[in-house]
């Protein structure tokens, strides 16, 4: 019966920590790390005998409409407004697997239909759709006019951003064990595309036609969980940082994917690169490494929690781990507040300057105001 506690749409503001999610007063931690500006419900009609909600999908910031964009798993996707009220909604086919990208008055979403859709910020109308028949599963990136995706069999698409011609796609063949669920997103860099795959090979593609300019095997012989489903970062030094589940960390050329460093730490899903620290986050923990040697600066164990992909946000990394939100030091690994408004968060969360759009598995969006937090050093 608690599965479906908070759950009718609604709009609300709360001082400092509220949430509508929990069926008791909300405990009122430090004002310090950050205050409830707004929330608001999206999904009404919960699943009979739902046991665990999850919601994997990213929300985003449309600065044109002012609206933020979340996608739901009953296959929604919403504009809310800054005012915590729905501007419009659009339905799609099916639950998503991830958020939305927005750019110049456009959200590109990924629907778990299988279709790219383009839809007016402000009105919800659709520009244009591409059906990929596959399932999408990563938040879209914008490259050289063109829009890229990946799916959750390997497959990149790569289209028009003007009105989602198809241009060109790439696909590996995944392997025959089993995989790690999730997706590597292309990490774009001076027209060249980094994304990594089931199979545990990393690929730089030539963005305008898809063209292959290297390939590196992360993960070694093997059938099961070689996947390089991390996004790939970049550091202003060209350092490209990637993941493979099974070897670890490795830091690579950009230019020619030789391999600079790797560690031994597996069971990495996700990677962000800021200064000259990485941090790489997956089953039971949470790391940071000097980007330059690949030595360790600090470890946070999770215990039987897997840490999905961490944001900054003034001064702080947020890291979702399912069931809660985890305000961590960035610099000494510390956590600092571990905030569960019910159901826990699955999603990253989406950093506007000060302010932070949080996703949870109750389909709740939250807006939260960081504003009086001192920036840290790394912020």
């Known amino acids: 019966m608690l599965a479906g506690v908070g759950l009718l749409a609604g ?21 310090e790390y950050f205050q409830v500006d707004w929330w608001k419900g999206l999904v009404e009609k919960v699943p009979l005998l739902e046991y665990s909600p999850r919601e994997p999908a990213s929300p985003v910031y449309e600065p044109e409409s002012r609206n933020v964009i979340a996608q739901t798993r009953d296959g929604y996707i919403h504009a809310v407004g800054p005012d915590g009220k729905v501007s419009w909604s659009f339905k799609t086919g099916a639950p998503a697997l991830a958020g939305a990208m927005a750019s110049e008055g456009v959200v590109f979403a990924p629907g778990g239909d299988g279709t790219l859709y383009a839809l007016d910020g402000i009105t919800g109308a659709v520009k244009w759709k591409y059906p990929t028949q596959e399932s999408l599963a990563t938040v879209p990136v914008l490259a050289d006019g063109l829009v890229l995706v990946a799916t959750d069999t390997d497959t990149v698409f790569a289209v028009k951003a003007s009105d989602g011609t198809w241009v060109w796609q790439y696909r590996r063949d995944p392997p025959s064990g089993f995989t790690i669920r999730g997706a590597s997103a292309p990490k774009v860099d001076q027209g060249t595309a980094y994304i990594g795959f089931s199979d545990g090979f990393l690929v730089a593609l030539k963005v305008d036609d898809g063209g292959v300019v290297w390939e590196k095997s992360l993960s070694g012989t093997g059938t099961e969980f070689l996947d390089v489903d991390t996004t790939p970062a970049i550091d202003s030094a060209g350092r490209l940082y990637v993941a493979s589940y099974k ?133």
């Open 247 to 379: 070897n670890g960390l490795y830091a690579l050329e950009a230019d020619s994917g030789a391999v600079l460093w790797n560690t031994s730490v597996g069971g990495m899903t996700s990677v962000l690169a800021r200064g000259e620290v990485v941090f790489a986050a997956g089953d039971s923990r949470v790391d940071a490494y000097l980007g330059e040697t690949g030595r360790l600066i600090w470890s946070l164990p999770l215990k039987d929690k897997t840490a999905l992909a961490p944001v900054l946000a003034r001064g702080m990394l947020l890291i979702p781990n399912q069931n809660a939100l985890l305000f961590v030091d960035p610099t000494t690994g510390k956590t600092r507040l571990s905030w569960n408004p019910g159901r826990g968060i699955s999603a990253p969360p989406y950093v506007v300057g000060s302010r932070v759009y949080v996703l949870t598995n109750n389909a709740y969006l939250y807006s939260l105001d960081m504003n009086n937090v001192q920036k840290g050093p790394r912020g």
């Open 11 to 31: 709009c609300g503001r709360a001082q400092l920590y509220g949430s509508p999610e929990l069926p008791r007063a909300p405990r009122q931690p430090p004002v």
